[in-house]
T-cell receptor, first 113, second 107 residues
Framework: DAGVIQSPRHEVTEMGQEVTLRCKPI?????LFWYRQTMMRGLELLIY????????DSGMPEDRFSAKMPNASFSTLKIQPSEPRDSAVYFC???????????FGEGSWLTVV | KNEVEQSPQNLTAQEGEFITINCSYS?????LHWLQQHPGGGIVSLFM???GKKKHGRLIATINIQEKHSSLHITASHPRDSAVYIC?????????FGQGTRLTINP
């Protein structure tokens, strides 16, 4: 299996621009997670989906962030408009179900200037 | 106080040394995960455990549910083991992360 696939790997964008991060979970996994990692705050859960349904989005920082999972093999995390403080590594992860091993993607390194 | 505390925050050792990283948590959990992150790299799950002990190669993870404590051990450490090791606990379908332990193994 190819593992969790994220794109883009790196993105540099200007403040105010829209950013879309993409994730393809491992086939057959029914839980998908979006995490953000910064030096100051470490790893934080933004949102997770179970069977394509958002279960908990309490970690989403503000209305500028939105996430969708239109089908079992694709999810997006969108930031509009982006701000410099959004600069971070965004990880997508998936697992077979609750309580199982979680598999992380390589991360999307976002820099907003 | 963080729900998940790791120690030490930084650890430097010589190749071949036995390494121990500790993790304490203050809440009820369904499982505990040990993750590895190399500089500039992705995150790899090393272990998921809810009781006892697991071993994979030179890595050993133990958990004591009563004491709310887990340890990750590395035997015969090697420079390629240099990475950040992160403890995370599963609570209500979420992972709560420790701050990580930065391990450097010198040749």
């Amino acid at each position: 299996d190819a593992g969790v696939i994220q794109s883009p790997r790196h993105e540099v964008t200007e403040m105010g621009q829209e950013v879309t991060l993409r994730c393809k979970p491992i086939s057959g996994h029914n839980s998908l997670f979006w995490y953000r990692q910064t030096m100051m705050r470490g790893l934080e859960l933004l949102i997770y989906f179970n069977n394509n349904v958002p279960i908990d989005d309490s970690g989403m920082p503000e209305d500028r962030f939105s996430a969708k999972m239109p089908n079992a093999s694709f999810s997006t995390l969108k930031i509009q408009p982006s701000e410099p403080r959004d600069s971070a590594v965004y990880f997508c992860a998936s697992s077979l179900s609750q309580g199982n091993t979680i598999y992380f993607g390589e991360g999307s390194w976002l820099t907003v200037v | 106080k963080n729900e998940v505390e790791q120690s030490p925050q930084n650890l430097t050792a010589q190749e071949g040394e036995f390494i121990t990283i500790n993790c304490s948590y203050s809440v009820g959990i369904s499982a505990l995960h040990w993750l590895q992150q190399h500089p500039g790299g992705g995150i790899v799950s090393l272990f998921m455990l809810s009781s006892g002990k697991k071993k994979h190669g030179r890595l050993i993870a133990t958990i004591n549910i009563q004491e709310k404590h887990s340890s990750l051990h590395i035997t015969a450490s090697h420079p390629r083991d240099s990475a950040v090791y992160i403890c995370a606990v599963s609570r209500a379908q979420k992972l709560v992360f420790g701050q990580g332990t930065r391990l450097t193994i010198n040749p």
